[in-house]
């Protein structure tokens, strides 16, 4: 198939979070099955300098937005055999220190930067000399991509391409005041309760679901969550509608990324027949981190967003109780400032037992993966959640809250002995997560015990190319409607 993906972070080239992963991971691994696929993407600061390879497209961009016409230029990167990056390169609204928001607040124009940039990807499946048979297109950001083919295919493109929404997180919808309608140029039939419009405002997401052929979100239990009003964000009764097309796929690993034998970030490699070298990444987490270096101690860590989904709040409460205990506990983090503080107040109360590292740092994140005993993921909730999978891998066993697809990656010993990989919680409270952290202390204590728990995990697959085939039915269920 032909394939062109929309999303406003690709790994390695930008990221902020699983997003970027996935679209990075799942592009490669389709090309790897043999796809035709390229992706767009924003030309963000820094990524000319970092992929001095890059090239500029003889192509010229030009859309209209409201009155006025916007140019922009399209460069790209051959990163492996069948699948091409194409950079939109629009520098008032792409390079910028960050890719959504500074100090905490959006950017103002956050509608007209994606608005702008779901005109140039159809503007490129319309005029790609490969003629891509399928759009699939990745969040809010590319929202607008799905109803800007049913337009075009309604006035003139005759072969228009299927299109695919993936759904990564649904807290994020793009809602913007009307107004922000008229920078799509169309007419404005698009903007009722079965199109653009949520409640009178404009809703890019909500665009992408009401057009596309097929929706697609990151795990099978999330799909169903999205269908409830406790999950669905005010998108459930529109999503109910849409159930026969709603596609729930987990999300895999690049463990050519993720991997524990072949990492520059780690200190020392090791793997499930050679499980001792995890113990000298913990010594050398600890050391770097600035902790007492004690194998004996359990060491529990976090790579987190610090945004409420990711259930910080419960997270600091059962710390709290928690860290009279023997046991040590790192943190890799931004987002909120007050989350931000709470950590750090807790780093100050608790030397020698607590570290943390406000900020991103994608070495130190493999380095807690690999050196800590357990990784908390208390969420509130979880589209699919790309940490625990890699916990899994990295022999570090994840305490997860049931819910979306923490619930479908992780194995409670309760839910299967031999399998257990995993602790599970289900009630969102601290004083659950104080129990699920009193078992992990438990499991700590035996060390036959432990060592499965590692080594299921460990042999757990989550690679894409297992994955890649239920995209392709996915997508051939979107080609025949
Ligand atoms: P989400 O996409 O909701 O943030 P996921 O668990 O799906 O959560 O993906 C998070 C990804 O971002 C992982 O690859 C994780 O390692 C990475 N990450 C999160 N916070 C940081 C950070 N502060 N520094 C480096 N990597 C981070």
Not at 113 to 125: D, G, Q, S, T, Y
Not at 152 to 179: D, E, M, R
Not at 335 to 352: C, D, H, V
Not at 367 to 392: N, V, W
Request: hydrophobic share 40%.
């Amino acid at each position: 198939m032909k394939i062109l993906f929309a999303s406003s972070e690709v790994f390695p080239y930008s990221k902020t979070g699983g997003l970027a992963d996935m679209v990075g991971a799942l592009g490669k691994a389709l090309a790897e099955a043999g796809h035709r696929v390229g992706i767009v993407t924003p030309l963000y600061r820094g990524i000319r300098e970092s992929f001095p390879e890059i090239k500029k497209l003889d192509w010229w961009l030009e859309q209209p937005i409201a009155d006025r016409y916007v140019q922009g230029e399209v460069w790209t990167l051959d990163p492996e055999p069948g699948l091409t990056i194409y950079f939109i390169d629009k520098p008032a609204y792409y390079d910028r220190s960050d890719l959504y928001s500074n100090g905490g607040a959006d950017y103002a124009d956050n509608a007209e930067r994606f608005i702008f940039f779901c005109k140039a990807v159809v503007h490129l499946a319309r005029y790609l000399p490969w003629q891509p048979e399928l759009v699939h297109a990745h969040d809010w950001q590319a929202g607008c991509v799905p109803m800007f083919v049913r337009h075009q295919s309604k006035t003139g493109w005759g072969n228009a391409p299927a299109t695919c929404i993936t759904i990564h997180n649904l807290a994020y919808q793009g809602v913007f005041p009307p107004w922000a309608f008229s920078l799509t140029n169309l007419p404005s039939d698009y903007l009722n309760p079965e199109g653009a419009e949520f409640y009178k405002q404009m809703n890019c997401l909500k665009a992408g679901i009401a057009f596309a052929d097929v929706i697609t979100t990151v795990s099978p239990r999330y799909a169903r969550e999205i269908t409830t009003e406790e999950f669905g964000c005010g998108l459930d009764g529109f999503l109910r509608d849409r159930r026969a097309k709603l596609f729930g796929i987990l999300n895999g690993a690049d463990y050519s990324e993720w991997n524990t034998t072949e990492n520059p970030y780690l200190h020392n490699p090791y793997s499930a027949r050679k499980l001792s070298g995890k113990a000298e990444n913990k010594q050398a987490l600890q050391h770097e981190l600035g902790l007492p270096e004690k194998a004996d101690i359990p060491l529990f860590g976090s790579v987190t967003r610090l945004a409420e989904q990711k259930g910080v709040d419960i997270q600091l409460g059962a710390l709290e109780e928690m860290l009279s205990s023997n046991m040590q506990f790192v943190l890799l983090g931004s987002g909120a400032t007050i989350f931000e503080k709470g950590f750090l107040r807790l780093a100050q109360r608790y030397p020698g037992k607590v570290a943390v590292r406000i900020g991103y740092d994608q070495g130190l994140a493999h380095r807690i993966e690999a050196g800590c005993d357990f990784c908390l993921m208390p969420s509130k909730f979880e589209p699919c959640g790309l940490t625990q999978i890699y916990s899994l891998r990295y022999g570090t066993i994840p305490i997860v809250r049931a819910t979306g697809g923490l619930d479908d990656s992780v194995r409670d010993y309760a839910e299967n002995p031999k399998g257990a990989d995993g602790i599970k919680f289900r009630e969102y409270s601290a004083r659950a997560l104080t129990k699920a952290i009193r078992k992990a202390l438990a499991v700590y204590q035996q060390p036959d015990l432990l060592k499965r728990f590692r080594l299921n995990g460990m042999k757990a697959d989550f690679s894409w190319e297992k994955i890649v085939v239920e995209y392709e039915q996915v997508y051939k269920i979107a080609l025949k409607r």
